[in-house]
């Protein structure tokens, strides 16, 4: 999921399909990922989060694989709604003399179509 | 339990002129952190404060301060406005500096510089 200026990356997908949103962070010291989903209007909604000791971790609808070899972050989303249309982003976190802050990545946009 | 609320939530500004951004934690939160969101990019970092300290701070000019209050609510100003400040400005409050969980963003203030 990287973009530049405007054009960010577009996924369409049909309603009811799996997605795959993929996501390539940047340090490899980085401990904790999260991603979040953010609608038009609204700020970014944490989705789930995934530690560095940990390849998959799986929620409601939605697993997250983490590959730290090749610093690669992807988010699956199952049986896609119209109400996951949204813009997701990676967010990659270090621990910095106690302060954790989210770094986030340019994000993918989803169009689910009914 | 409120969830991160900010204020105005779209504001126009002339080039030259100084602007101030509020935002109120949520509840048992206490430490907030501000984002700058360009349009089609990913949020990023300006500063975090913590016990009304600055806790870290992006790659953004001294002309962006804030201030955080006993109550734990901030404020973020920038003077000096120039038209590249144009953006979404997000605050987000987390439980304690050191969390890596529960980073809550609220739905931003859409600065227009003209």
């Known amino acids: 999921g990287e973009s530049v200026g405007l054009h960010l990356p577009t996924l369409s997908v049909q309603e009811g399909d799996n997605s795959i949103i993929n996501c390539a962070y940047s340090?490899?010291?980085?401990?904790?990922f999260i991603w979040y989903k953010q609608e038009s209007g609204k700020g970014p909604q944490f989705i789930i989060d995934?530690?560095?000791?940990?390849d998959k971790r799986q929620g409601q609808r939605v697993t997250v694989l983490l590959n730290k070899t090749v610093k690669h972050l992807s988010l699956q989303i199952a049986a896609t709604q119209p109400g996951d249309s949204a813009v997701y982003f990676c967010?990659?976190?270090?621990?910095?003399?106690?302060?954790?802050?989210?770094?986030f990545g340019r994000g993918t946009s989803l169009i689910v179509h009914p | 339990e409120t969830g991160v609320t900010q204020s105005p939530t779209h504001l126009i500004k002339t080039r030259g002129q100084q602007v101030t951004l509020r935002c109120s934690s949520q509840s048992g939160h206490n430490t907030v952190s501000w984002y700058q969101q360009a349009l089609g990019q990913g949020p990023q970092f300006i500063f975090q404060?913590?016990?009304?300290?600055?806790?870290g701070r992006g790659n953004f000019p001294p002309r962006f301060s804030g201030l955080q209050f006993p109550n734990y609510s901030s404020e973020l100003n920038v003077n000096a406005l120039e038209l590249d400040d144009s953006a979404l400005y997000l605050c987000?409050?987390?439980?304690?500096?050191?969390?890596?969980?529960?980073?809550?963003f609220g739905s931003g203030t859409r600065l227009t510089v003209v």
């Open positions: 340090n490899s010291a980085s401990d904790y």
């Open positions: 967010a990659e976190t270090l621990n910095k003399g106690g302060s954790y802050i989210p770094t």
């Open positions: 404060y913590y016990r009304e300290e600055e806790n």
């Open positions: 995934i530690r560095s000791n940990m």
């Open positions: 987000a409050s987390s439980p304690w500096t050191g969390a890596n969980y529960g980073y809550t």
